[in-house]
């Protein structure tokens, strides 16, 4: 009998942690768009929206780093405008994006209004591809990286901790590290900076070097 209470009890054991590090999932097949996207790429390499629809791909299964370093090209070697003129004409029906569950054209124009540093529309977009992909914790980081930008750290905080909640992963804990420093509160930045240390040395880039050091 208590041979099978101890079965029993490490059964339950290992189901609640298989099913706290399942990754959670996203309504979306953005595996399938990066691999599809990359061949379109092989022969066009240079195509704006191709480019953009990587790093949205990417940004959507937690490849944060390939998905900035692509982002980081339209800052270098396309303008602004060059790209709103490329990625546009997908969104240019669009009245109301609340009307919308097209879930590629919703992180098109999230992802637009990051690079055009319309943040507070980046997250309201953001908070509402969760709404419908309730799964993306993805959603959820993207938009407390855009409350960093707004310098709305305890909002941003909440969102990467829900984010945690579904799954661990060091982009949150980058986030919070951030939050945290911008706070005042260094103790915490650098416990959480330590978590993602890997990200964290990744994109060492301009954005983070105060917090770095």
């Known amino acids: ?17 298989f099913n706290s590090t399942t990754a959670a999932e996203s309504k979306y097949n953005w595996e399938q768009l990066i691999n599809t996207t990359q061949k379109q790429l092989a022969e066009n390499e240079s195509d704006i929206v191709l480019n953009y629809t990587l790093a949205v791909a990417y940004a959507n299964t937690g490849e944060i780093k390939n998905a900035y370093d692509i982002i980081d090209v339209f800052g270098s ?14 969104l240019a029906d669009w009245e109301n994006y609340q009307n919308s569950d097209n879930l590629l054209l919703l992180n098109y124009a999230a ?3 990051v690079i055009n540093k319309d943040y507070r529309e980046a997250v309201s ?5 969760f ?3 309730p799964e993306n914790l993805w959603a959820l980081n993207h938009a407390a990286a855009a409350l960093i930008e707004i310098k709305k750290y ?4 909440n969102y990467a901790d829900q984010a945690l909640s579904m799954q661990e992963n060091e982009y949150s804990h ?4 951030y939050a945290y420093y911008e706070n005042g509160n260094y103790f915490r930045a650098v416990m ?18 105060d917090f770095a050091e």
């Not at 977009?125 to 591809?129: D, G, S, V």
């Not at 980058?174 to 590290?177: A, E, F, T, V």
Request: net charge neutral.
């Open 154 to 157: 305890d909002q941003a905080l």
């Open 77 to 90: 070697s396309v303008s602004r405008e060059d790209f709103n003129t490329a990625v546009s004409p997908y």
């Open 125 to 129: 977009l953001f908070e509402y591809i």
């Open 174 to 177: 980058l986030i919070k590290g």
């Open 1 to 17: 009998m208590k041979k099978k209470l101890l079965i029993l009890i490490i059964i339950s054991l290992l189901t609640i942690l």
């Open 192 to 209: 959480e900076a330590a978590s993602a240390r890997n990200l964290f040395k990744a994109l060492a880039s301009e954005e983070y070097q």
């Open 111 to 113: 992802f637009r209004e």
């Open 131 to 133: 709404k419908i992909d």
